[in-house]
């Protein structure tokens, strides 16, 4: 069948997902009624630790484990705990606040042997050989070294040239960048400056920065101020601190800010809201819980506790912000609600971002207290999610230790005070003593050996192929489609393709909606390879995502992490996170700025070379550019008719999806 011949508007080239941060500007320029919206982040290859802890780390009890840092091959692990022992049938030694051992071996170090009088909150590898040391402790090894101390990292004993100290407030966190230390916590002053809050020292000699003269103040609900998280970007140029403050240098920071460190340290244009009201917990505490940024420094996220609040503040959530955005009133990217449970710590590594804490599901923005809401997904108290969505990849170790816990020990409790990148995993610190299915006393580490990658799933990038088309139970019609043209249909048998609705295509395989008796809605999503134009048997997409009622979509689409798609009855496009490993559906739908469209009347859409193409209650074929990053996404006004509805052909079914074979 001949069909109508279409041309891309967007300067004579087709615009592609995987570089549409590059042409967004571009294509706002060519089409001047339409407004830059967010760019939305696409996926990127991921490497995840292995989900089962090594067996070689030691374990220590009471307390809490809060910071890791390593110096050739020990590891040196602070917090409040009180006693350590090197595996499970060993007899306890006390060992106060901080300690160390080999990380090949797990052997405990027994030079290594620092007095402290009070609990660590955070460690770094200083230069010149140095271990610092913060935490809320007034002497050090016998000698008076208030929150603040570097120790040598072959003994423990004091470097008596390092000056810094934090005078009548702990040091909370630290961050270090160059030979620029960053401080954080609830101290007033530092080495007899007054300093609140925050401060910058020499790394090498623990001396004050002078230029550095940022204050984070006026505590929530009138309490004391403090900053309770920090992180530097890697490029040394950004900071950002989250913490009970309200006030920083006189501007409104309600417990987050951003600080330009590029020249002279300076409060960035940039808040937001979403801190401001009251959650559902005690309105004193930091719902600011842990920051920290990812990739080349371009985004962070936050780890957040507070208790409800969904949808008007960022509560027991995770978020992700974009850097560069500048101006009050700024929204997460995205925003992963866990149903009213705290996050307590977030680290990203190899384009992972892992969070840990007192939480029990991810995806759940609706529910309270708990409980499990449409598209929860079951994650106890550590989870991995990747960055351009915030949706959980399969990896799931839970937080428990099953039958291998000793008589006496924690299988569960409030808080992972710590994740920590080291160069052979990741370790992490906590206030019980299980995980992953096994004994870990209050520390251990995931290893990056027996973990994997995760490769983004997309559509096909051909710019032609085959469009597929539902014409009867177990067949489909296969057209040729150039991008321009569409080709003469054949008729191919698809037994393992009945009871199908919307489809969508990947580079290897098919989603479908499928009919399925017995099912909380009667459909689900179910998914076949691909591969030589041969449906196969299909399995259904995930058991967390059988609240969605896929049999009421009409069309659909995947693009980068997002599932398009439009509803029966509704005039709109929406979306979906979707994601791939692990087949998980996002529990919030989003509607998309469109004009010049009526979506109620699409039966079928495809996604190809950065257009929709999609049939219609008309039973017409059209195609229109897709454009994520403009506002509007789509504009009707340039759609073009492929085909018209024939006796060989009437496209208007949801049964409609895009592949090369």
């Given at each position: ?394 990896w799931n170790p839970r937080r428990s230790g099953g039958s ?207 257009t929709i193409v999609y049939g219609s209650t008309d039973g017409?074929?059209r195609v229109v550019p897709f454009r994520p990053a403009v ?31």
């Amino acid at each position: 069948m001949a069909g109508l011949s279409f041309r891309r508007r967007i300067m004579g080239r087709p615009v592609h997902a995987a570089v549409i941060c590059s042409v967004a500007v571009v294509a706002a320029m060519v089409v001047p009624s339409a407004a830059v919206a967010t760019v939305p982040p696409v996926p990127e290859t991921q490497i995840l630790v292995s989900s089962d802890p090594v067996d070689e780390t030691p374990h220590a009890r009471d307390g809490e484990v809060r910071a890791f840092a390593q110096i050739g091959s020990m590891v040196y692990v602070g917090g409040s705990f009180t006693e350590i022992r090197q595996d499970p049938t060993a007899a306890w030694v006390s060992q106060r606040y901080l300690f160390g051992y080999d990380k090949t071996t797990g052997v405990i170090s027994t030079t290594f042997l620092p007095v402290l009088d009070g609990a660590v909150s955070s460690l770094v590898a200083g230069p010149n050989d140095t271990l610092i040391v913060g935490g809320a402790f007034r002497n050090a090894n016998g000698a008076s070294r208030k929150n603040l101390v570097a120790l040598d990292p072959s003994t423990g004993a004091t470097v008596e040239g390092w000056v810094g100290r934090s005078d009548g407030g702990n040091v909370r966190d630290m961050a270090l960048h160059g030979d620029w230390l960053y401080l954080a916590g609830a101290f007033n002053w530092v080495n007899g400056t007054s300093h609140a809050g925050l401060a910058r020292l020499h790394a090498s000699t623990g001396a004050i920065d002078p230029t550095f003269a940022i204050n984070a103040t006026v505590g929530r609900s009138g309490t004391s101020s403090y900053v309770w998280t920090i992180d530097v970007s890697p490029d040394g140029e950004t900071l950002i601190a989250g913490g009970n403050f309200t006030d920083v240098n006189g501007l409104s920071r309600n417990q987050i800010a951003l600080l330009d460190l590029s020249g002279t340290p300076s409060v960035l244009d940039w808040s937001t809201e979403k801190f401001v009201a009251p959650c559902g917990g005690q309105p004193a505490f930091s719902y600011l819980q842990a920051v920290r940024f990812g990739g080349d420094g371009s985004w962070f996220v936050v780890g957040t506790n507070g208790g409800s609040g969904w949808p008007a503040a960022y509560c027991d959530a995770l978020v992700r912000f974009e850097t560069a955005a500048r101006g009050d009133g700024q929204l997460g990217t995205w925003v992963n609600y866990t149903g009213r449970d705290t996050i307590t710590s977030v680290e990203v590594a190899d384009n992972v971002i892992y969070l840990g804490g007192h939480f029990r599901w991810l995806n759940n923005p609706t529910a309270h207290r708990g409980g499990a809401g449409d598209g929860a997904i079951d994650r106890l108290g550590i989870a991995a999610v990747t960055p351009a969505t915030g949706m959980p990849v399969n990896w799931n170790p839970r937080r428990s230790g099953g039958s291998s816990l000793p008589p006496g020990t924690s299988p569960w409790d409030s808080s992972v005070p710590v994740l920590w990148r080291g160069d052979d995993g990741l370790y992490f610190g906590h206030n019980s003593d299980g995980m992953g299915g096994e004994y870990h006393g209050r520390l251990g580490m995931f290893p990056r050996s027996g973990g994997r990658t995760i490769t983004p799933k997309n559509p096909p990038t051909a710019t032609s192929g085959n469009l597929y088309l539902g014409i009867g139970e177990g067949e489909l019609a296969r057209v040729p489609f150039d991008g321009t043209m569409i080709g003469s249909p054949t008729t191919v048998s698809q037994p393992n393709y009945t009871g199908a609705g919307a489809t969508w295509g990947l580079s290897d395989r098919i989603y479908w909606a499928h009919t399925v008796a017995g099912t909380p809605t009667g459909s689900r999503i179910d998914i076949s390879m691909f591969n030589g134009g041969t449906v196969g048997a299909p399995w259904e997409a995930s058991g967390y995502n059988d609240w969605f009622d896929a049999g009421d979509l009409t069309g659909a689409l995947f693009l980068d992490g997002r599932l398009y798609y439009t509803r029966s009855g509704a005039d709109a496009l929406y979306y979906r996170y979707f994601e791939t490993d692990g087949n998980y559906l996002g529990a919030t739908e989003f509607t998309l700025p469109t004009t010049g469209v009526d979506w109620s009347t699409v039966r079928g859409m495809a996604w190809v070379d950065g257009t929709i193409v999609y049939g219609s209650t008309d039973g017409n074929l059209r195609v229109v550019p897709f454009r994520p990053a403009v506002d509007p996404v789509v504009d009707g006004a340039e759609s073009v008719l492929l085909a018209m509805a024939s006796t060989e052909l009437t496209w208007s079914t949801p049964q409609l999806f895009f592949a090369v074979q």
